[in-house]
């Protein structure tokens, strides 16, 4: 039973920083995609960040890029989301989500809803 636990949002102020974890049980990260994916209040969910867990190679939103940074550590099952320089707009719940294919990243689908397995979502609010 493959389940993932996203844990680190909270409430911080614009300019901030959070870091946000996934924890994943029931499978080993050989050869996937592991994404951020994001929903603001009454938007669609959007990509973030993804990362292949075999080579590491990442891909990052435009909006994000340059302030947030994905990295895993294949040893304890987890994928990170360093987030800096927090503006009022990257608030929303913040998912992970696993794809058995570690070309996903690569593709123009990362993004969206193909993942094979999500978290809950951790809420990440950024106000002053």
């Known amino acids: 039973d493959v389940q993932l636990q996203a844990s680190g949002g909270g409430l911080v102020q614009p300019g901030g920083s959070l870091r946000l974890s996934c924890a994943a049980s029931?499978?080993?990260?050989?050869?996937?995609?592991i994404g951020w994916i994001r929903q603001a209040p009454g938007k669609e969910r959007e990509g973030v960040s993804c990362i292949s867990s075999d080579d590491g190679s990442t891909r990052y939103a435009d909006s994000v890029k340059g302030r947030f940074t994905i990295s895993t550590d294949n040893a304890k099952n987890t994928v990170y989301l360093q987030m800096n320089s927090l503006k009022p707009e990257d608030t929303g719940i913040y998912y992970c989500?696993?794809?058995?294919?570690?070309?996903?990243?690569?593709?123009?689908?990362?993004?969206?809803?193909?993942?094979?397995?999500w978290g809950r979502g951790t809420q990440v609010t950024v106000s002053s």
């Open positions: 029931g499978l080993t990260f050989d050869e996937y995609a």
């Open positions: 989500a696993v794809d058995f294919s570690s070309l996903l990243c690569q593709s123009a689908a990362w993004g969206s809803d193909v993942y094979d397995y």
